[in-house]
């Protein structure tokens, strides 16, 4: 990434790139959306169902509106504190589960115990754990949702969340797996709907946190994590 | 018999409503969101129009025009790009099979079954 300012400077017109380019996803779909709903002939479950994906569509790009303002906003909010990575999970399944459902997906948390408690913003985490959500919403079923994955490495926590596409097929796999540098910084796997905002928004949140940001490519989809420094709080009992 | 259309959109609703637009015209709409599953349906469904946006999950857009181009049975198959900001022109795509481009931020509903009427011609 460069220096810090020479990251800065080309950072931010990036970031307004991807910011425009992701926002206009949802809403050439809400444009859409709102044509269709001007169809004289839809029945009221068809109106129902429009309406319904139209505020869910709204939610996400607010989302986006919300991560930006996070990402300008962060500087003078940031307030370290140990953070419990489960229950900060499930408030992201929480918040994504209705739209997760409308598009006849799941998310879910991995369970997982004996986790000692990490060092963020909860909200500024929660914020960057939801981005990579929304990143991988079309990148599960119900058979396989997406989870959100917590696990200790040494002195850090690392919560990831884990998606599925498209297989790569074995053969192709096996050609790049020894060429894919397997655990870089991303960006690595620009994607439909990826944002370029999630993640350029959550590397420099994640990193002003004391945490790297990362993602594992799978041979069927793959793992968007952060990696945040344990708390000693637990040590202390 | 009505012609095949097959739809590749990664976004999910946003293909389900071109595949209501289509069949409100009569056509026979296939749809899938991502090019790997595009390939085998091309395969198996034999459509006679491609509708695709060019951000798709497994390979992009381009990857798969470009696959298409390469087999003598799939090089002719016309293909309409809908997108937004795609930072490409017509004349650009052209080389590989796109005979139309929708802007999805300014397209009406009828517009893409008239673009699919089109180049059936």
Redesign the interface.
Known sequence: MGGADGGQQAGEPALVAAAAGELNAPLVLLRQLSLALADQGLSASERQRLTKRMTLTAERALRITRQLSFHSDAPRLLALEPVNAVTLCQEVVHELAPLFKAHGHAIAVQPRSKIPLLIADRELLRRVLVGFGDNALHYGSDKHPVRLTIAQHDNHVRVGVRDYGPAVPIDIWQRLEGRIQRRSVVPLARRPQTSGVGLIAARKLTEMMGGTIGVIRHRDGATFYVDMRVSGQMSLL | MSKKVLVIE?????GE?FE?LLKRHEFDVVTT?????AVDMIDEEHPDVIVM?L????ASGLGLLHELQSYVDTAKLPVIVCG??VGLSLEELQPYGVRRLLD??TM??DDLAAAVRSVLV
């Open positions: 990664s976004e999910p609703w946003l409503h209501d969101s991502n090019a790997y599953s946006g951000m798709l999950s497994g937004s900001a999805t931020s009406r509903p």
